[in-house]
């Protein structure tokens, strides 16, 4: 029989206050980056614009596009290898060219230099001023929504220390995988926000076993004589194999969508590597030991009145 | 024998047999999103603003009509661009019969009332500006849907979003340019008596500012017969007032314009009552010229030699045979009642659909097997019961794809992907649980029964956050994103069924035969 963990027994809550050092560190990171580079990089989802994906029957040269999108007047072209040197994706923002014309535009300007050869346009997309605007507050909407549900759901089956201090976790993982996404420079689009979503309901569900461990060694073993730590330590050891486990086969699962799912789908396959191991470590080390250091600061609150009595 | 074995075993095979069933042939049953297979999706917004506008210029004419039958002389009576129109009456001791016309006026009541001036506004009320603007979009869906039937996509989808938007969806259609144009279009043929034609070289502003509220300056649209290049040149002045409209067609066809070689035209009959119209509106105005005017562009001005009885018209220009079909399809169909504007346009290739598949595909069955082995070497033979309700779960989740329609998109292959890593998560769970009992010294029967009991609740507590995300992506996403919150849920149900249910009675197959059992694969 193999076994990861046999009979494990971290002392993960004793360690908290590195781990929480680590989370900071880690979120400053990619909060910098963030401010570094003003903020994230919307992709035309959110941003608006158009975005023409072409590819070439042979690899062109940047500047050769370049220079045949000049020629019509998209100097302000962005232009990107996408996965292939063959392939490229030509973006424009909102602006006052701002029409679905300016694909056919695109697609004429790179036909009429004669000198980029052959070419097949992949993918067209233009999202107006109005819907990416719309998309943004649906955005902020979703994640609100869903980090709402879970304090609800937890907060109902467990208690409100326990919701409150999963959705911390959850989003201490938000803000890393967002810092990531920073820091390689990805874009924010539609799937990654789907991404952020689904890790929002990862991180969650480890979460859950863990408090719902917690509760059941309470009322099979009762909770006289040992300190709140130290259940909560248990519990997470208890579920320890079983929250590595399963984030091992989803990690294998993403990582491979990674490699091989394409480039439409990279920063989307990328968000999600990054939420399964925030996600996973946030559960070990942030969710339980907040809940050991709210109910620490309660009790310290409770007495201190006391004494503030006394010396009145 | 457990209990409830065999009944247990039927339910097993009667999912396995349903799910095959539906998935039969494999390549029909799914539905492939847009971006896997290729196509159009545009959302377009309904100009309501622009389109009241218009109602309430039509209404301030109206109204003036209704007031001039009483015979009470007005001095103007003009919309003021916020939904309502400037009544000024010639005299004020016309009042009374004036208000009173205006309370009986539909949709309008009048307000801001100035007796001394002889002077009132007409305001729109609010339940008529709801209807105005409902009317409005369901029409605009409704002719939309009959164009693009008419120009022959399969399985489309034209649906309303919200107050003012409408989804188009073209699985696989690859004439963007002609499909935008066959949508955006308004379709609106007016037909409009010529006061006077103008030099190209016109100063159109001031002549604009010259010209008495009933005459507009009208343009006609000219194209280069090489780039197809267009541009659009002052042509005349015309009565602002149509004396016909296209509502009253019955029916359109393409020829070859004998006049312009390589030039189509459209042929359009009007109905009984149109046709009649049209016979006096040429009968009355003979040796004039009348515009015929699409979109508010000029078509032809042609001049009237005689009353034309039939009904016929013909709408020349310099059309392609393409543009020609899009305009018969279009005048055929009838006019979207306010213009449109395309807010979204998403168009995916068939090149780059067959990509991503690929690419997916690659990714599933990649995560697929490496979950397998992983399940197997850590777990060995219960591994093995876990891989098999894994591949269970798969089928599960493709048969219930296709059994509800569901349309599977690059993100919905990311869910499935995503599904297998998580799916195994509940017999994971529910082995962790086997081996600790078994370690806290239980024999294998009772290890396997309070392993599956314990682990219960927290297989669907995990289960909860995962539906209520899937939820909440589904809620808000459109498109792709919603295949992948489709995917995420119906992987979820499946997985339950499969680790609960399909698990432990695996379990009971293989292990609970025996009646002392020593030992456990897990």
């Given at each position: 029989m193999i076994q990861l963990f046999a009979t494990p027994n971290y002392n993960f809550i004793g360690r908290r206050r590195w781990a929480y050092l680590a989370s900071a560190l880690f979120i400053l990171v990619g909060l910098v980056s963030l401010v570094s580079k003003g903020g994230l990089r919307y992709d035309?989802?959110?941003?608006?614009g158009t975005l023409v994906q072409v590819r070439f029957e042979q690899a062109p040269r940047v500047a050769d596009i370049r220079r045949s999108l000049a020629g019509i007047g998209l100097e302000t072209a962005i232009i990107q290898e996408f996965g292939d040197p063959r392939e490229f994706i030509v973006r424009l923002p909102l602006?006052?060219?701002?029409?679905?014309?300016v694909a056919r535009q695109i697609q004429q300007a790179l036909g009429g230099a004669g000198t980029l050869g052959a070419f097949e346009i992949r993918r067209v997309e233009f999202v107006g001023p109005q819907v990416g605007r719309d998309l943004q507050l649906q955005a902020i909407y979703a994640v609100i929504a869903a980090a709402a549900g879970m304090l609800l759901y937890i907060a109902l089956r467990f208690d409100l220390k326990g919701g409150v201090a999963a959705i911390v976790a959850v989003a201490h993982d938000v803000l890393v995988s967002v810092g990531a996404l920073s820091l390689t420079d990805r874009e924010f689009s539609l799937p990654v926000l789907a991404a952020i979503l689904t890790i929002i309901g990862y991180s969650v569900n480890d979460t859950i076993v863990a408090y719902d461990r917690l509760r059941e060694n309470r009322a099979r073993l009762g909770v006289r004589g040992r300190p709140f730590a130290e259940q909560i330590n248990t519990a997470i050891n208890q579920t320890l194999s079983r929250t590595v486990l399963t984030a091992l086969t989803t990690f294998f699962a993403t990582l491979l969508l990674l490699v091989f799912g394409g480039k439409v789908l990279e920063d989307f396959a990328f968000a999600l590597v990054v939420g399964v191991v925030t996600g996973t470590y946030s559960t070990v080390y942030i969710a339980g030991a907040l809940i050991v250091d709210w109910t620490h600061y309660v009790e310290g609150r409770v007495r201190r009145p006391k004494k503030a009595v006394a010396k009145a | 024998m457990p209990r409830y074995f065999w009944v247990r075993v039927v339910i097993v095979l009667a999912v396995v047999l349903a799910s095959v069933w539906y998935l039969y042939p494999l390549q029909r049953t799914i539905n492939l999103g847009l971006d896997l297979q290729g196509g159009i999706h545009l959302v377009l917004g309904v100009e309501l603003d622009k389109h009241l506008a218009g109602q309430v210029e039509r209404a301030a004419e109206d109204f003036k009509i209704a007031l001039d039958r009483k015979g009470i002389a007005t001095r103007r009576v003009v919309s003021d661009g916020a939904a309502r129109f400037v009544v000024e009456l010639a005299s004020p001791q016309v009042w009374t019969d004036a208000l009173t016309v205006a309370r009986e006026f539909t949709g309008f009541a009048p307000v801001d009332q100035d007796q001394a001036a002889g002077r009132f506004v007409m305001a729109i009320d609010e339940r008529h500006t709801a209807q105005v603007r409902e009317d409005a979009v369901a029409q605009a869906v409704e002719r939309l849907r009959n164009r693009i039937d008419a120009f022959g996509v399969a399985e489309p989808t034209i649906t309303r979003q919200g107050a003012d938007r409408i989804l188009i969806q073209l699985p696989g259609v690859q004439d963007v340019e002609r499909a935008k144009a066959l949508i955006g279009q308004t379709g609106l043929l007016e037909f409009k008596l010529v006061d006077r034609f103008l030099e190209p070289d016109v100063r159109v502003e001031e002549l604009q500012r010259q010209l008495p509220p009933d005459r507009e300056v009208l343009f006609r649209r000219l194209v280069d017969p090489e780039t197809r290049a267009e541009r659009r040149v002052p042509y005349v002045v015309v009565h602002r007032r149509a004396l016909l409209t296209g509502a009253g067609l019955t029916a359109a066809a393409v020829s070859a314009d004998p006049n312009a070689p390589g030039n189509w035209q459209v042929n359009i009959t009007f109905n009984p009552a149109g046709a009649q119209r049209f016979a006096e509106i040429t009968e009355q105005n003979v040796g004039r010229h009348l515009a015929i005017v699409l979109d508010g562009v000029v078509n032809s001005a042609p001049r009237i030699n005689e009353r034309i009885p039939g009904g016929q018209a013909v709408i020349t220009g310099q059309f392609t045979i393409e543009e020609a079909r899009n305009l018969r399809i279009v005048l055929g169909e009838g006019a979207l009642p306010a213009s449109v504007a395309i807010l979204e346009e998403r168009t995916v290739g068939p090149s780059l659909g067959a990509d991503s598949i690929r690419q997916g595909m690659v990714a599933i069955i990649g995560s697929a097997l490496l979950v397998f082995i992983f399940m197997l070497v850590y777990y060995r033979l219960s591994g093995l019961v876990a891989d098999i309700a894994l591949a269970l779960n798969l089928l599960m989740l493709l048969a219930a794809m296709a059994a509800f329609g569901a349309t599977l998109t690059l993100p919905g292959i990311a869910g499935i992907a995503l599904t297998i890593g998580m799916a195994v998560d509940t017999n994971i769970l529910i082995f962790e649980r086997i081996r600790e009992e078994l370690r806290a010294g239980k024999t294998v029967r009772a290890a396997v029964d309070a392993g599956f009991a314990r682990a219960f609740r927290a297989i669907i507590y995990t289960h909860v956050t995962v539906l209520v995300t899937a939820a909440i992506l589904y809620n808000f996403g459109t498109g792709p994103v919603r295949g992948f919150a489709v995917t995420l849920f119906v992987g979820l149900m499946a997985s339950l069924f499969t680790a609960v249910f399909f698990t432990r009675l695996l379990f009971d197959v293989f292990y609970m035969g025996r009646r002392r059992l020593q030992t456990i694969s897990i």
């Open positions: 035309i989802d959110f941003a608006g602006g006052d060219k701002d029409s679905t014309a | -």
